[in-house]
């Protein structure tokens, strides 16, 4: 064997001169299936890059109207609300304003219950500080009260199960 680079590839024939009949064939196949796979990869990118910009403008999308069904709900309860205001301007029956706000309050409760805001309950229970913010400590004369929340300065809420406001509570020591 000739230990010299530049002289085994002189002596050996270049490959397009023994790659003639079964052999070319097979390169030649092998090329048509790369390109093939070229232009399934190139049209598979195209694809995800399209499929990329779509889900970014619905997710823009999305965002720009995401409160539109809740405002649409609440549109009910402001027109109550200018109703009722427009009855305590006319009226002096303080029973009867009291009645009609208190219906508007009702139906704000109820559609925003309807849209999965809950209360969370607070007073009486034990201080975690996963579920309440505590605004300030004061003595409790009932060691029972001790580390349970006394006060609730500012109601909490959750969304579907989630935490959206915690409840600023007073906490007893």
Not at 32 to 47: D, G, M, P, S, V
Not at 96 to 107: A, D, N, P, S, Y
Not at 123 to 146: R, S
Request: hydrophobic share 35%; aromatic share 4%.
């Amino acid at each position: 064997m000739n230990n010299n680079p530049e002289m085994e590839q002189q002596e050996s024939p270049a490959i397009d001169e023994v790659a003639e009949g079964p052999v070319q064939q097979e390169v030649d196949l092998l090329k048509a299936e790369l390109a093939e796979q070229k232009e399934k990869f190139i049209r598979l990118y195209a694809e995800f890059d399209n499929f990329k910009r779509r889900s970014a403008k619905e997710r823009i999308e999305l965002i720009q109207t995401a409160g539109k069904e809740v405002i649409q709900s609440m549109l009910e309860v402001m027109d109550d609300s200018d109703r009722a205001e427009k009855q305590m301007q006319k009226s002096e029956d303080l029973t009867q304003i009291r009645e009609g706000i208190q219906l508007v309050f009702t139906k704000l409760r109820n559609i925003l219950h309807g849209k999965g805001l809950k209360e969370m309950k607070s007073i009486g229970e034990e201080f975690n500080p996963d579920l309440h913010e505590a605004i300030t400590e004061i003595p409790v004369p009932d060691e029972n009260m001790k580390g349970k929340v006394v006060d609730e300065v500012e109601k909490g809420y959750t969304l579907n199960d989630k935490i959206i406001r915690f409840s600023k509570v007073v906490v007893g020591k």
